[in-house]
T-cell receptor, first 115, second 115 residues
Framework: GENVEQHPSTLSVQEGDSAVIKCTYS??????FPWYKQELGKRPQLIID?????GEKKDQRIAVTLNKTAKHFSLHITETQPEDSAVYFC??????????????FGGGTRLMVKP | DAMVIQNPRYQVTQFGKPVTLSCSQT?????MYWYQQKSSQAPKLLFH???????NEADTPDNFQSRRPNTSFCFLDIRSPGLGDAAMYLC??????????????FGPGTRLTVT
């Protein structure tokens, strides 16, 4: 089955700096890679996702890059703000069949943005 | 924002006393999931339904059962809660895509306390 490793587990940055969170996955058949943000006591919410036919995707201050050969993908947040403070989870989904919607989550990264 | 609704938001039960958590959705998604999330950890999939087809994760304890009487509703039954079952329980839904990789929409969660 799929295995997703996420690093670092905690990340502290100064407001305005960039933050990068990295994930690796094991199943080369995985084709969908979402990133979820979870604020304390709230639901995980999708912030950006990427499919295996794309190498990079950007949405305002957030970008995700995917390297299929190396089986890793990264979340980049630029110009961080205190409201970016949360736990971020990467995930991977294998292609096809009933497993096609299953998410294998990374362990999470607690991002703290200091004002 | 009330697309996936969970009730109650907070549930306190006694050790060994059965408890039922409920989830409803207005998205008409054919896949529904139940996750358990403990503090500072990634959500752990317990089981999911593709329409009425029930799929249990291999390591989900027998103590956990689920029912999906129709497309909109899904229930999580914990037959004999133990102290280790105290957690946030998240319901999620998605549309199953032929190529895999549909976004999962999470409910706000039910925080279960076992006394």
């Amino acid at each position: 089955g799929e295995n997703v490793e996420q690093h670092p587990s905690t990340l502290s940055v100064q407001e305005g700096d960039s933050a990068v969170i990295k994930c690796t996955y094991s199943d080369s058949a995985s084709n969908y890679f979402p990133w979820y943000k979870q604020e304390l006591g709230k639901r995980p919410q999708l912030i950006i996702d990427i499919r295996s036919n794309v190498g990079e995707k950007k949405d305002q201050r957030i970008a995700v890059t995917l390297n299929k050969t190396a089986k890793h993908f990264s979340l980049h947040i630029t110009e961080t703000q205190p409201e970016d403070s949360a736990v971020y989870f990467c995930a991977a989904t294998p292609k096809g069949g009933n497993a096609g919607n299953m998410l294998t989550f990374g362990g999470g990264t607690r991002l703290m943005v200091k004002p | 924002d009330a697309m996936v609704i969970q009730n109650p938001r907070y549930q306190v039960t006694q050790f060994g006393k059965p408890v039922t958590l409920s989830c409803s959705q207005t998205l008409n998604h054919n896949v529904m999931y139940w996750y358990q999330q403990k503090s500072s950890q990634a959500p752990k999939l317990l089981f999911h339904y593709y329409d009425k087809d029930f799929n249990n994760e291999a390591d989900t304890p027998d103590n956990f059962q689920s029912r999906r009487p129709n497309t909109s509703f899904c229930f999580l039954d914990i037959r004999s809660p133990g102290l280790g079952d105290a957690a946030m329980y998240l319901c999620a839904t998605s549309r199953r895509l032929a190529g895999g990789g549909g976004e999962q929409y999470f409910g706000p969660g039910t925080r279960l306390t076992v006394t």
